[in-house]
């Protein structure tokens, strides 16, 4: 059972190259959600999905943007890369569990993105 | 919004030292309570989260949290850490039903050995 699994684990991409990240998940989890992760700035959500074909905007989304046409992947896509996007990017999904209570989140390993 | 805070950025200890980390919130409906631990150079992995029920919550490892709702608090806490808990630590905040949780800044935990 590989959990949520990212590729790639690194990349360094000149200014104005495009990217796509993909996540995977094989716990057939609704939720997904994609974070960045800053020194000092802790994980800021960038987009998430509730479910296939869904996809809504987080607390930084700009310049970023998603795709969850199945509901076992995620994409991030970066159209036109900037230095300050320039951060280790980590996937998480969950399932709403029930009434009583919310699942918690499981994290990939993280993609180390580095913008030249 | 609401907003999560950490107070404490950088903590050292030694070994066998007892350990609490703060972590306050601002909502002041029902709230779920994480707290997730970064080993280095990993992802993050669920230490502990509090739902209902019983305020104090044991999770893994020997970390414990209490929820202390008149403080708007969820504090973790272990009475005595070793080298190997060297990592950064988040708490994050679930408003009830929302599935989308706000993480503090994270603490960066060092145990000297």
């Known amino acids: 059972n590989a959990g949520v699994t990212q590729t790639p684990k690194f990349r360094v991409l000149k200014t104005g190259q495009s990217m796509t990240l993909l996540c995977a998940q094989d716990?057939?989890?609704?939720?997904m959600y994609w974070y960045r992760q800053d020194p000092g700035m802790g994980l800021r959500l960038i987009h998430y999905s509730v479910g296939e074909g869904t996809t809504a905007k987080g607390e930084v989304p700009d310049g970023y943007n998603v795709s969850r046409l199945k509901k076992q992947n995620f994409l991030l896509g970066l159209e036109s890369a900037a230095p300050s996007q320039t951060s280790v990017y980590f996937c998480a999904s969950s399932d709403p569990g029930t009434a009583i209570s919310n699942q918690p989140q499981h994290f990939g390993d993280g993609t180390r993105l580095s913008i030249l | 919004a609401q907003s999560v805070s950490q107070h404490n950025h950088h903590v050292i200890l030694s070994e066998a030292a007892s350990l609490e980390l703060g972590c306050n919130y601002s909502y002041g409906g029902t709230v779920n309570l994480f707290w997730y631990v970064q080993y280095p150079g990993q992802h993050l992995q669920l230490l502990l989260k509090y739902f209902s029920g019983d305020p104090l919550v044991k999770g893994i490892k020997g970390f414990e949290a209490e929820f202390i709702k008149s403080k708007f608090s969820f504090n973790l806490r272990k009475p005595s850490v070793q080298w190997s808990d060297t990592a950064e630590y988040f708490c994050a905040v679930e408003t009830g039903g929302s599935y989308i949780p706000t993480f503090g800044r994270g603490t960066s935990l060092i145990v000297h050995p």
């Open positions: 716990m057939n989890h609704e939720y």
